[in-house]
T-cell receptor, first 111, second 113 residues
């Protein structure tokens, strides 16, 4: 089955700097890759996603890149703000619904 | 719009007790899921359902049962609680047939002592 790895497990950046979180997956059939943000005491919330026919997608300060050949995808957050502090999860799916999640990255944005 | 609602938010169980975690969604989604989240770990799929009357095992189904009698509700049952089931449980729902987001509930923090 699918296996998703995620690095780093924790990440601290200064406010205004960029943050990058990387994930790898094992199943070449996976074709949908969402990223979720989980704030303390809340459920995960989708922040951006990418499909296998696209190499990059941007939404304001957030971007995701996908390299299908290497089976890895990354989340890029620019101009980080304190409210970006949270746990971020990547996930992979081959059918758009049954997701396998990475172990998460705890991002701390220091003022 | 309530989205996905889970109850209770917190619960402490004694070993061997049973309980049902409730989950309801008002988005008319066909797909529903139960995940558990252990400290420092990602979300592990327990059970999922692709529609009313249909359920299937996920990665970690042992010790749990589910039912899906309606589109809206997807309760998770623990029959004989064990300390290994101490976790945070998340219910989620999603639209079928499309690559779309899963909407998560707020979670239920369960402690088995």
């Amino acid at each position: 089955g699918e296996n998703v790895e995620q690095h780093p497990s924790t990440l601290s950046v200064q406010e205004g700097d960029s943050a990058v979180i990387k994930c790898t997956y094992s199943d070449s059939a996976s074709n949908y890759f969402p990223w979720y943000k989980q704030e303390l005491g809340k459920g995960p919330q989708l922040i951006i996603d990418i499909r296998s026919n696209v190499g990059e997608k941007k939404d304001q300060r957030i971007a995701v890149t996908l390299n299908k050949t290497a089976k890895h995808f990354s989340l890029h957050i620019t101009e980080t703000q304190p409210e970006d502090s949270a746990v971020y999860f990547c996930a992979a799916s081959s059918n758009g619904q049954n997701f396998v999640f990475g172990p998460g990255t705890r991002l701390s944005v220091l003022p | 719009n309530a989205g996905v609602t889970q109850t209770p938010k917190f619960r402490i169980l004694k070993i061997g007790q049973s309980m049902t975690l409730q989950c309801t969604q008002d988005m008319n989604h066909n797909y529903m899921y139960w995940y558990r989240q252990d400290p420092g770990m990602g979300l592990k799929l327990i059970y999922y359902s692709v529609g009313a009357g249909i359920t299937d095992k996920g990665e970690v189904p042992n010790g749990y049962n589910v039912s899906r009698s309606t589109t809206e509700d997807f309760p998770l049952r623990l029959e004989l609680a064990a300390p290994s089931q101490t976790s945070v449980y998340f219910c989620a729902s999603g639209q079928s047939g499309t690559e779309g987001e899963a909407f998560f509930g707020q979670g239920t923090r369960l402690t088995v002592v």
